[in-house]
């Protein structure tokens, strides 16, 4: 099931041309814009904890959706902002949040609500 929502996703963010990883990535940066971030706070907000993130970084860099620096305040730090395109490409998946969602129509909201508990069963600690 996890693998079919990642896919069922995935082809959406492909349309724009960017990853999973890299849709969290430009998430965390236009939550914190103007203010920069370092390349180990994004890591520490990702959904996947075990991602490159400087790579991915980079990769969004290239892509002109994100800029990174180095820190003013920490010569050892990058401080990474997003850049118009990169809030460009979020408005426009902001409204195909339906469509990614969409995985979800079969369920009813109290559906959803015991899903949602399960699934934070799972997560807490043993």
Known sequence: ????????IKTVLEEQGITHQQFNI???LRGSDPQP???LTIRERMLDKMSDTSRIVDRLVIKGLAIKKVSTT???LVDVNITNE???ILE???KKQSEMNSVTKNL???ELKQLNTLLDNL???L
């Open 108 to 110: 009813t909201d109290a």
């Open 1 to 8: 099931t996890s693998n079919w929502i990642t896919e069922h």
């Open 86 to 88: 990169g809030k460009r």
């Open 123 to 125: 997560r807490s600690p």
């Open 74 to 76: 920490d010569k050892r």
């Open 37 to 39: 971030l370092s390349t």
């Open 26 to 28: 430009l998430r965390i």
């Open 92 to 94: 426009i998946l902001d």
